[in-house]
C-alpha cells in the first residue's frame, strides 16, 4: 500500500460506517478524515482542505445537504469534490443533492470495492482538470478553467464545480448542440450514475446566474450555449 497526499474527509453519523469505509480506502492509500455531523463537516473541512468530501444526508445537528451549502461557500474549498453517500434513493432527493452543490450521489449499500472504484473516478476528473489551464472569452464573458473564475461585465460569478464544467463545455463550442449523452459523459464521467434530470437543474442555475438567453434547450436532444 503506497500512501499518498491525497486526503478524504468522510462525514457519517453512524461509525460501522465511518470505519468500514475509512478502512476501505486508507487501504488504497489515502488519508481519511472523519466527522459525525454536517457541523463538524464543515470545521474538518476548513482545516484540513481535503480534495474529496464523502458525506452522508441524514444527520442530527445539521444535515448533508445544508453543509454542502456552507462548504461550497468557501472559497478556500471552491474546487473540493462532494458525493452523497446516502440510503436515500429517491429522485428528489438525488435532485435537492445536485441543486446543493453536490458533485455525485451514490446510494447505499455500495459494495467497497465498487465505492473505491467510484473514488478513484472522481478524483482522476479532478486530475485531469487540474492540468487543464485554458481560458475562454465568448460573449463578452471571460472563462478561466485554472482558477475556475467567470467574469462577466467585470462582475465575477462564483459557480460550484459541477455547473462551472457544464457552462465550460457549452461555452468552449457556441452554437454546437451537446446531446444529454454526451453532456454526461464529459461532465459527469461515463462511470458515475446519476438521475435524469441533473442536467436540467444545472441548467437552470446557469440561466439565473448568468444569462436566461443564452442556454437553448433542444428538445428531445440536448443543450447549447449561444450568443
Known amino acids: ?43 474538518k473541512a476548513q482545516k484540513e482542505l481535503p480534495e474529496l468530501i464523502i458525506m452522508d444526508v441524514m444527520m442530527a445537528e445539521m444535515d448533508g445537504m445544508e453543509a454542502c451549502e456552507h462548504i461550497r461557500k468557501i472559497p478556500e474549498l471552491n474546487n473540493v469534490i462532494i ?27 455500495i459494495k467497497p470495492k465498487l465505492l473505491v472504484s467510484k473514488v478513484k473516478a472522481l478524483l482522476r476528473r479532478l486530475k485531469e482538470q487540474e492540468v487543464t489551464t485554458d481560458t475562454l472569452n465568448v460573449g463578452g464573458i471571460e472563462i478561466n478553467r485554472e482558477e475556475y473564475k467567470i467574469i462577466k461585465g467585470n462582475v465575477e460569478i462564483a459557480l ?22 454526451e453532456i454526461l459523459d464529459k461532465v459527469w464521467g461515463n462511470e458515475v450514475v446519476v438521475g435524469g434530470r441533473t442536467i436540467d437543474v444545472h441548467i437552470r442555475k446557469l440561466r439565473e446566474k448568468i444569462g436566461e438567453d443564452l442556454f437553448k434547450t433542444i428538445k428531445g436532444v440536448g443543450y447549447k450555449f449561444e450568443v
Open 1 to 43: 500500500m503506497k500512501k499518498t497526499q491525497t486526503k478524504i474527509l468522510l462525514v457519517d453519523d453512524e461509525p460501522d460506517i465511518l470505519e468500514i469505509v475509512g478502512y476501505n480506502l486508507a487501504q488504497e492509500g489515502y488519508q481519511i478524515v472523519t466527522a459525525s455531523n454536517g457541523k463538524d463537516a464543515i470545521a
Open 83 to 109: 458525493t452523497f453517500l446516502t440510503a436515500r434513493s429517491e429522485d428528489y432527493s438525488q435532485v435537492a443533492g445536485f441543486d446543493a452543490g453536490a458533485d455525485d450521489y451514490i446510494t447505499k449499500p
Open 160 to 181: 460550484p464545480r459541477k455547473e462551472f464544467e457544464l457552462f465550460y463545455l457549452l461555452a468552449s463550442k457556441p452554437g454546437k448542440v451537446f446531446k444529454r449523452d
